[in-house]
């Protein structure tokens, strides 16, 4: 296996509120790069990030688990958050550490507790400049928009409310 060069490295957190759908999004990211045959299912505890016996047991993840895969050309260091406010330090460990975080809200539910002190970090981490290398302009992604109740335009605007730079 060949080293990347720095410029080819990609090292995000997968960051949002509990239950929104980060761990799913990851599987999902792992098996369109070809890493994994087919997606792991939470309720079946066949994640690969939620490998723990504990996060096996309550069906959630308890810690960041570090995922891989290579995209056109570029290696990708996924991040995978917990979103339950008690695990809240992995999290804000991950955004103290990556170079952008992907954002996940549910479609159903919107922006959550959880959500909101991440954000929240990423903002002061942005303009108290406490690293050379500041965290990158946030991408979110709206999960679970199959599902009956959910509406995208009323989220988006909450987000972009909330956010004041989305």
């Keep these: 296996m060949t080293t990347p060069s720095a410029g080819d490295l990609r090292n995000f957190a997968i960051v949002g509120h509990a239950s929104s759908g980060k761990t799913t999004l990851s599987e999902g990211m792992l098996a369109c790069a ?12 066949s994640t690969v990030s939620d490998y723990h ?8 993840s308890t810690q960041t688990s570090l995922l891989h895969c290579t995209w056109m ?13 008690d695990f809240i330090s992995e999290a804000l460990a991950a955004v103290r550490v990556a170079d952008f975080a992907l954002v ?3 479609a159903q539910h919107g922006i959550g507790v959880g959500t909101e002190r991440v954000w929240k970090e990423r903002a002061l981490r942005r303009s ?10 946030e991408s979110v992604s ?14 988006a605007r ?3 409310q909330r956010s004041g730079d989305v």
């Design 104 to 106: 996940v809200v549910h």
């Design 34 to 45: 070809g890493v994994i045959g087919r997606m792991g299912n939470i309720a079946q505890g």
């Design 158 to 160: 909450r987000l972009a």
């Design 53 to 60: 016996v504990s996060e096996k047991h309550h069906k959630i």
């Design 128 to 137: 108290v400049g406490r690293r050379a290398r500041t965290l990158r302009a």
């Design 73 to 85: 050309g570029k290696k990708l260091n996924i991040l995978d958050t917990p979103g339950y406010l």
């Design 142 to 155: 709206v999960e679970r928009a199959d599902q009956s109740g959910a509406e995208l335009q009323p989220g």
